[in-house]
């Protein structure tokens, strides 16, 4: 699922990020990541993204507004967090949700959620 893909992560702390990086290049993907959410930002307006994975508090700030501007442009997206099962607003209530800590096969079947879940809604 994840071979070949160009993938977005969010993630403000860089161990965890290190450690996501390690996931992601086991599972073939390309990695993009940032550690803001105007990096993030960047990163979508400067890359065809595959998918995105999104921690949910950025800097004490939730990555809601990115992912909007990912919704916007077509691309699935998760969210992950540190805080166990993370309550969404409504406008997010559907989108998948890991908990860290996460293993590769987390991600890539909350990921194939998103992709499938984005399909449906075209």
Do not use: C, W
């Not at 309550?87 to 949700?97: Q, S």
């Amino acid at each position: 699922m994840l071979h070949g893909k160009t993938i977005l992560v969010v993630e403000d702390e860089p161990v965890i990020a290190l450690a996501l990086e390690d996931l992601l290049l086991d599972g073939g993907a390309r990695p993009l990541f940032a550690s803001t959410l105007a990096e993030g930002e960047a990163k979508v307006a400067a890359h065809a993204l595959d998918a995105a994975l999104l921690d949910v508090n950025i800097h004490g700030k939730q990555s809601y507004p990115l992912a909007r501007i990912l919704r916007a442009h077509g691309v699935p997206f998760i969210f992950a967090s540190g805080y166990g099962a993370t309550v969404h607003d409504a406008e997010f209530a559907g989108v998948p949700t890991i908990a860290k800590p996460y293993s590769l096969a987390d991600i890539e079947g909350a990921l194939t959620e998103a992709v499938n879940a984005l399909a449906a809604d075209e």
